[in-house]
């Protein structure tokens, strides 16, 4: 079985968890997970197979009934114990995923502490599944809209934020009345099973929350293709998306899939310089620039690029890159994949003509000699057609290129195949109003950082996704709408 209590104290062994059981599989197949900041084996995780998850979504199916039977005030209760477990093993928590992910602790711990945000806010929507009494064309009948519940909802998660990323889903799919199976990604899987422990010690049922391991092109298109699952919520690459999309077409089933970005970040003449830069370090650089709403590419005001960019690669070259468990700006890449992934982009970037105003780049000696580190890399492109700005880089490289006016920025931004998140920095009123209706994405930052609020929408448009999570738009897509016409006669 897996313990929270274990971390740091050896080799954590990582079964997978399917109707309120801690389980292997009958080839007894084993992943290792790696620390990112050093290539130690933390732990293994069981390579599941297709059966072990067409296991564990027929046992969600199972239990959904009766969890859907309860009233939802009952489900909520159960979540925001879930809640409070997370809350009193914090610290704990938040250093499995530094050890997993590699990100540094402080910023770990705002994760977890995302986690308690999530759960929480989703349990305080018990009371708010509302339907609709609409007047009919006949006499004596009325009109009743009612939600109800999916059924099983798998989730597949990303590497970036293991833990967030499932409280994100789970939270809103239990408290409408789903079961909910999760596929730890293999990355990065212990998070995702610290939660089935959590839920298992508060009370959770068995079957309402289940949590398989193993590689997600065998595990997840298995938990995909079942007839049995009725709502799928993904959160990776818009690749994965794409096979997702693929897997579930034959069924045509319901997906939510929050896929890649490619974030435009647009500094005009009128900004405030220092705040500007301050936010595209943020929004660059947190969690080694492995965030879907990161600053992927700059779009600077001629009259003001230079003064953004020696103020910002100077910020750049100042962050601390080291051990993710001391007071460090960043840690290392998830892995060695990543690290080659990023250098491959920025090596035929350059090759394209872009000039590196900070080489950065992988790090690989000294105390750097193991782990998957790469420093801070500002470059600057001609032209918006460089692998730069095209491809999602997912690193901590930050691209510029200079512009002569907003609606050129504008037109560079919205050419992409994505549509997730931009910024934009400026203090006129008539272009901030105008941002809304000239970006063509689903989030937009006006003058501050990245980061969503609880209660707003995360969605994008294009190619990063379908659906959306948080708010009550996100709570409500966990729900189907049913219409009865009631005639008395």
Not at 223 to 240: F, I
Not at 265 to 276: G, H, L, R, S, T
Request: hydrophobic content about 45%; aromatic content about 8%.
């Amino acid at each position: 079985m897996f313990s929270i209590d274990a971390i740091g104290k050896g080799q954590i062994e990582g079964r997978m968890f399917v109707d309120g059981a801690w389980q292997s599989n009958s080839a007894c197949d084993v992943i290792a997970v790696e620390n990112p900041a050093t290539e130690e084996i933390i732990g293994t995780i069981v390579e599941g197979t297709a059966d072990d998850a067409l296991a564990a979504v027929a046992a969600a199916h199972r239990a959904q009934p009766a969890w859907a039977a309860r009233p939802a005030v009952e489900r909520a209760a159960l979540v925001n114990r879930l809640a409070d477990a997370v809350h009193a093993r914090s610290e704990a928590l938040a250093r499995l995923v530094t050890l997993e992910q590699g990100k540094p602790l402080s910023q770990a711990r705002g994760e977890i502490g995302a986690v308690v945000t999530f759960l929480r806010y989703a349990a305080g929507n018990a009371r708010r599944i509302e339907g609709d009494i609409i007047a009919s064309d006949n006499a004596n009948e009325e009109i009743h809209i009612r939600r109800h519940p999916y059924g099983v909802v798998v989730g597949l998660t990303s590497w970036n934020y293991p833990a967030a990323l499932a409280a994100r889903k789970m939270g809103p799919a239990l408290v409408t009345g789903n079961t909910f199976v999760l596929l730890a990604h293999e990355i990065t899987p212990f998070s995702g099973l610290a939660l089935a422990q959590l839920a298992l010690e508060v009370g959770f049922p068995s079957g309402v929350f289940n949590v398989v391991t193993g590689r997600g092109r065998v595990v997840g298109q298995a938990m995909v293709e079942s007839p049995l699952t009725g709502l799928v919520t993904m959160t990776g690459s818009t690749r994965a998306g794409r096979e997702i999309y693929r897997a579930g077409a034959d069924a045509i089933k319901v997906l939510r899939l929050e896929l890649g970005g490619k974030a435009p970040f647009i500094v005009m003449q009128d900004a405030d310089i220092d705040a500007a830069v301050t936010a595209a370090i943020t929004a660059r650089f947190t969690n080694s620039g492995q965030i879907c709403t990161c600053n992927e590419r700059m779009y600077l005001h001629r009259s003001i690029a230079d003064e953004f960019l020696d103020k910002f690669t100077a910020s750049a070259r100042a962050l601390t890159i080291g051990d993710p468990l001391t007071d460090v700006d960043m840690g290392p890449k998830v892995s060695g994949l990543e690290v080659r992934k990023v250098a491959q982009i920025v090596a035929r970037g350059v090759e394209g003509g872009a000039q590196v105003l900070l080489e950065g780049g992988p790090l690989t000696e000294g105390k750097y000699a193991k782990g998957h580190w790469y420093a801070p890399t500002v470059v600057e492109v001609q032209s918006n057609t460089s692998p730069l700005m095209r491809e999602e880089v997912f690193g901590p490289v930050a691209t510029a290129l200079r512009v002569d006016s907003l609606d050129e920025a504008f037109a560079h931004a919205n050419d992409t195949q994505f549509g997730l998140s931009a910024y934009l920095f400026t203090t006129s009123l008539k272009d901030i109003a105008r941002a809304p209706y000239a970006l063509k994405c689903g989030e937009i930052y006006l003058n501050r950082t990245n980061g969503e609020a609880i209660q707003g929408f995360h969605t994008g448009w294009g190619q990063s996704g379908l659906g959306g999570e948080d708010g009550k738009y996100g709570f409500d897509g966990y729900l189907r709408k049913q219409t009865t016409y009631l005639n008395w006669g």
